[in-house]
């Protein structure tokens, strides 16, 4: 089956009006003819959102109970029934109510997509995944609710629905988005206009990103290689020399002129020209690249500027950064045009910048090259060509004073400059040629070819031999220096290859950071790693991870093909591979592989530690409970035994005794089983947390009540003025008992337990003060453990869950519960939670504190 398209109206804030966009577009959709439902849209009581929804098909949502309340959802299975040709699905990012098939809202778009079912929904630049972080430093919120930036990016269609800030706060404050009495502070929060343009600026700059990475797959497909300058992409040229550092942030200013411009350094490994790199430079260049939002790349280039050049036309790169050239004048002068000269000569349309450092002019004479080029041998013939007239004509012209051994030498001299000029094949046909000249020219009978004497024609034979080992040794000296070149360009490279897995990149987010390292190292357009997985029948290869832009489904399709093992296979599209390159690639897929297996191995340790740790609890359950719930149940017992006993005639005082102390025991042992059962699901993580805006003192009077007589020692200080807290009711109330319980457990007589509150930014601190013996610091951490009580002498206070159970509980709430010092004496628990925030109030239409407005 055909999958269907999926299309995501984004937007920098609530209230731009994606929702209405969407509705449009079904509007639009079914006056063509196409079979359009809605399976769940929140108009949030907006009439122009009302108004655009009439006469759509809407999909009842299916109703889940929930902690004894009534919530309702996108009903998946109905739609998937109706099979529509279009569905249209509100708020992408939407947590489901825990019972729901799946836990997010995404995940019910994937199901249906997979279906064949088109699919158009909403989606808030705070709910990606990626830039979470970012949002919560703008605006001081944490976003629970998230969606992976991979799923939104897979969409067929992203179109952004903007509003500039002070049209949105006008929108805000007519009454179109919230009602009247949340306007003012919604204004005064989070839709100030520094966080609305900050979060425009993200949403323009994701969705450029986007864009982007579309538009060179278009260019790759099209074999488009001239630069297109849809935007700034500055590329800096690194050797791992002292001026690195420079170079990398003038290029970061030329990047950040542009908004939105891109940074990319790059290292060619290589041995001519410059002194080696030194890899501690390199590996400093490049973690100052990547904290000014870079990238880092290698790539592997006999000739300097015609990598470079490559690496940035296949980057679209628009600007090109190098440092003036480390060479003295002489050194210059010897090895010719340099690599700024050329790389300027041949950029085309690319902007090259020569920024001076000041290590210009400091370097050494530049060392042999590696290679002959094919300019270099023919330089060679046309020396060679030249120089034996010239010398003929020279020794000619002099008097007879010079015998044949004399001229002989001379031309071997010619010979061998030939052969540090063109190598090995211009001096040998030198050599040839000037045999000829000296026996045409210089052996009598002088004027022919023919040689009179014996010790002539060894003469000339020997200086043959000479010349064609003098050639031959130096051209092999050019081919060792060349594999030379190759072996410590090979050697950078691996080197940055065990580097990353020093650095720990063992995971399968490391994977596409590698295959980038391949595709850039090797020139390619496009590599991945591709795994063979097995069906009920069949066969079939799916990408684990890829990078750049590849044409091909299976292996046999691509350019290159390194098997990693059996079932992983590297695959490269580009060119062909030389074999030397096959067996340096076959490191990096051994690498990948590697990665792919800790990864998984670390997901089935994972896995099994939570059956370690239960298994742990089971043990240490059974050693600490056994008295515990002995007790209680033996006093229970004994009182309730003797009340039934007939052999004593109880009076109604002892009676009531009796009844208080089987009372009191079986609460203890509820109270025990109660701790027991929530530890439990919280290590099984089963257990579930429901949060909402709730102010504290509601639920003060049910924990003083739970806490019996005890509830009356306590003093509460609790400000009118403190704000609502982002947490579920139960859950606090259980963790503020067992902490004022142990408070009380631990407070000397006189001296009462304290509760107190205070707002600190965006979070609520719950202290409980006692005036105990406290904690020593060394064990602070240490009591929060299961079955730990304060000394271990005894287990008649308890078998120590308490507080390990209040940690997991507010854990479980996005907060945090830890222990201090009480000033004067005693132990203090802090329990930090965050604030309610705007997005948390309920809205009418809205069933759940997360939900975004549109």
Not at 635 to 651: E, G
Request: include cysteine; glycine fraction near 8%; charged fraction near 25%.
């Amino acid at each position: 089956m055909k999958r269907g398209q999926l299309r995501v109206y984004l937007g920098a804030a609530p209230g731009v009006g994606k929702t209405y966009k969407m509705l449009g577009e079904g509007q639009r959709r079914l006056a063509r003819g196409t079979d359009v439902v809605v399976g769940l849209v929140e108009t949030h009581g907006r009439e122009h959102t009302a108004k655009v929804l009439a006469g759509l098909d809407v999909v009842p949502r299916r109703i889940v109970d929930y902690r004894g309340a009534s919530f309702t959802e996108m009903d998946l299975d109905a739609v998937l029934a109706r099979r529509p040709d279009v569905a249209l699905i509100d708020e992408m990012a939407h947590t489901n109510v825990p019972g729901s098939r799946h836990e997010k809202r995404w995940q019910d778009i994937d199901e249906l997509l997979n279906a064949g079912i088109d699919v158009i929904s909403t989606l808030n630049i705070q709910h990606l995944e990626s830039i979470n972080d970012v949002v919560e430093k703008i605006t001081g919120v944490p976003q629970q609710e998230t969606v992976p930036d991979r799923v939104v990016r897979a969409a067929d269609q992203i179109e952004l629905v903007d509003m500039t800030p002070e049209a949105l706060r006008r929108r805000m404050a007519h009454g179109n988005v919230y009602t009247a009495d949340k306007i003012d502070a919604a204004l005064g929060n989070y839709f100030r206009v520094g966080n609305l343009s900050a979060l425009r600026e993200l949403a323009l700059l994701w969705l450029a990103d986007r864009v982007d990475a579309g538009l060179q797959q278009y260019r790759a497909e099209h074999d488009i290689d001239s630069t297109w300058e849809a935007r700034e992409r500055v590329v800096v040229a690194l050797t791992g020399g002292p001026e690195g550092e420079t170079l990398i942030r003038r290029a970061a200013r030329i990047a950040a002129r542009s908004s939105g411009g891109d940074l990319l350094a790059v290292h060619v490994a290589r041995s001519d020209g410059l002194s080696g790199a030194n890899s501690a430079t390199l590996a400093r260049q490049r973690e100052l690249v990547e904290g000014l939002g870079g990238t880092y790349h290698q790539i592997v280039g006999d000739n300097v500027p015609e990598a470079l050049l490559q690496f940035a036309k296949a980057e679209n790169a628009t600007q090109l950064v190098l440092g003036g050239s480390r060479r003295s004048r002489f050194g210059t002068a010897f090895s010719g045009s340099g690599i700024g000269a050329t790389t300027i000569r041949d950029s085309g349309e690319i902007d090259v910048h020569i920024v001076t450092h000041s290590e210009i002019g400091r370097g050494r004479l530049p060392r042999a090259q590696g290679s002959l080029s094919k300019r270099r041998k023919i330089q060679g013939f046309v020396l060679g060509i030249v120089l034996q007239p010239v010398l003929a004509l020279l020794l000619g012209l002099g008097d007879d004073s010079l015998n044949l051994t004399s001229n002989a030498l001379v031309f071997l001299l010619a010979v061998i400059v030939v052969a540090l000029v063109g190598g090995m094949w211009p001096a040998l046909v030198t050599a040839v040629g000037g045999s000829l000249v000296l026996n045409y020219f210089f052996v009598h009978p002088k004027g022919t070819f023919t040689i009179a004497e014996f010790n002539n024609a060894l003469a000339l034979l020997i200086f043959v031999l000479v010349a064609a080992m003098v050639s031959t040794v130096v051209d092999r000296a050019a081919r060792r220096t060349r594999q030379a070149a190759r072996a410590t360009a090979e050697s950078e490279t691996l080197a940055a290859l065990a580097g990353s897995a020093l650095r720990g990149e063992t995971a399968l987010p490391a994977l596409p950071a590698l295959l980038e390292r391949v595709r850039g190292a090797f020139g390619m357009n496009g590599a991945c790693l591709m795994e063979l997985t097995h069906g009920d029948r069949t066969e079939d290869w799916r990408p684990l991870a890829s990078a750049g832009t590849l044409t091909c489904s299976r292996p046999e399709e691509a350019d290159a093909e390194i098997p990693a093992r059996d079932d992983l296979v590297l695959v490269l599209q580009g060119r062909q591979l030389a074999a030397d390159e096959r067996r340096l690639v076959g490191a990096f897929a051994a690498h990948a592989a590697a990665l792919v297996d800790k990864a998984r191995l670390s997901e089935a340790a994972a896995e099994a530690k939570p059956l370690a740790e239960a298994d742990r609890l089971r043990t240490a359950l059974l050693r600490a409970v056994g008295h515990d719930l002995r007790t209680p149940l033996a006093s229970a017992k004994a009182s309730v035994t003797s009340l039934r006993s007939d052999d004593v005639d109880w009076t109604e005082s002892e009676r009531a005794e009796l009844l208080e102390t089987a009372d009191e025991s079986l609460d203890r042992l509820s109270r025990l089983v109660s701790n027991l059962l929530d530890l439990s699901r919280l290590q099984a993580g089963v257990l579930s947390v429901f949060t909402r805006p709730i102010a504290l003192d509601e639920i003060t009077p049910s924990v003083l009540s739970e806490l019996g007589d005890d509830g009356d020692r306590v003093t509460l200080d609790i400000p009118p003025t403190l704000p609502l807290l982002d947490a579920d009711p139960a859950l606090l109330e259980r963790v503020i008992t067992n902490l004022l319980a142990n408070a009380i457990r631990y407070s000397p007589p006189g001296a009462a337990p304290h509760l107190t509150a205070s707002a600190l930014g965006d979070t609520v601190e719950i202290r409980v003060i006692d005036r105990g013996p406290g904690i020593p610091r060394e064990d602070r951490n240490r009591v929060f453990a299961p079955f730990q009580r304060l000394g271990d002498a005894d287990n008649t206070i308890g078998v120590g869950l308490g507080l390990a159970l209040a940690r997991g509980l507010t854990d479980a709430m996005h907060g945090t519960l830890q222990p201090e010092e009480t000033p004067g004496g005693g132990l203090t628990m802090v329990v930090s939670l965050p604030t309610a925030t705007l997005e948390d109030l309920p809205v009418p239409g809205t069933r759940e504190r997360s939900q975004e407005p549109e």
